[in-house]
């Protein structure tokens, strides 16, 4: 029992995200957790001309519950949080673009194409969602172009969701977690990470 306990204590210190936080939102992530995958294994990127340096270091550890994902450590700076929300929320100025609730997180805003008609597939199965910051922490998800989402996973930058291409849940195989910069030199590689993804998706994959 203490064991459930502190497995509880330790999926509610996550955050809110998608699920209910009560035993009821626990008990669903718990269920859901065998069928996550490796979220850090890539295919080859030679389909893709994303230019990423690799990251520094190592990655940092994320929790073992799919529901909510979130990293463990290294948070971003507060400072550094809020030119990530007001990155995304500066897109909505053009009208191709708009925020909403996000889909997948269920609270909180998301960054989604306004029209998906001609959206590449990716962005048609995500509902037009394009990308969220959690905030407090300063990860994101994105729904990255496929080829691109290989290069983000196989220079560090981030992992792919462990349920990611789950077809009960809809979540794109390309629904990638961004890390959370840790200086001014991460910030400007996920922010170009970001500008790629909102790029690949307006433009209809091409």
Same mark, same amino acid.
């Given at each position: 029992?203490?064991?459930?306990?502190?497995?509880?204590?330790?999926?509610?210190?996550?955050?809110?995200?998608?699920?209910?936080?009560?035993?009821?939102? $626990?008990?669903?992530? #718990?269920?859901?957790?065998?069928?996550?995958?490796?979220? #850090?294994?890539?295919?080859?990127?030679?389909?893709?001309?994303?230019?990423?340096?690799?990251?520094?270091? &190592?990655?940092?550890?994320?929790?073992?519950?799919?529901?909510?994902?979130?990293?463990?450590?290294?948070?971003? &700076?507060?400072? #550094?949080?809020?030119?990530? &929300?007001?990155?995304?929320? *500066?897109?909505?100025?053009? *009208? *191709?673009?708009?925020?909403?609730?996000?889909?997948?997180?269920?609270?909180?805003?998301?960054?989604?194409? #306004?029209?998906?008609?001609?959206?590449?597939? $990716?962005?048609?199965?995500?509902?037009?969602?394009?990308?969220?910051?959690?905030?407090?922490?300063?990860?994101?998800?994105?729904?990255?172009?496929?080829?691109?989402?290989?290069?983000?996973?196989?220079?560090? $930058?981030? &992992?792919?969701?462990?349920?990611?291409?789950?077809?009960?849940?809809?979540?794109?195989?390309?629904?990638?977690?961004?890390?959370?910069?840790?200086?001014?030199?991460?910030?400007?590689?996920?922010?170009?990470?970001?500008?790629?993804?909102?790029?690949?998706? *307006?433009?209809?994959?091409?």
């Amino acid at each position: 029992m203490r064991a459930v306990r502190d497995d509880y204590r330790a999926w509610r210190n996550l955050g809110p995200g998608g699920l209910p936080a009560n035993p009821v939102g $626990w008990a669903c992530a #718990t269920l859901l957790r065998p069928f996550g995958r490796d979220g #850090t294994v890539a295919a080859a990127d030679g389909a893709s001309d994303l230019d990423l340096p690799v990251r520094r270091g &190592e990655r940092p550890a994320v929790a073992p519950h799919p529901i909510p994902h979130r990293q463990v450590a290294l948070d971003a &700076e507060p400072a #550094t949080v809020r030119v990530l &929300e007001r990155h995304l929320s *500066s897109f909505a100025d053009d *009208s *191709s673009f708009r925020t909403a609730r996000s889909r997948f997180e269920r609270r909180g805003d998301a960054l989604f194409l #306004t029209d998906i008609s001609a959206a590449p597939p $990716w962005i048609r199965q995500a509902g037009g969602e394009l990308a969220h910051v959690h905030a407090g922490q300063g990860s994101l998800h994105v729904v990255a172009d496929p080829g691109d989402a290989e290069v983000i996973v196989s220079r560090g $930058w981030g &992992e792919r969701h462990p349920l990611a291409g789950r077809r009960m849940l809809g979540l794109p195989y390309s629904y990638v977690f961004l890390y959370a910069p840790r200086d001014g030199e991460d910030l400007s590689t996920v922010l170009a990470v970001v500008d790629r993804v909102v790029r690949r998706a *307006s433009a209809g994959g091409q």
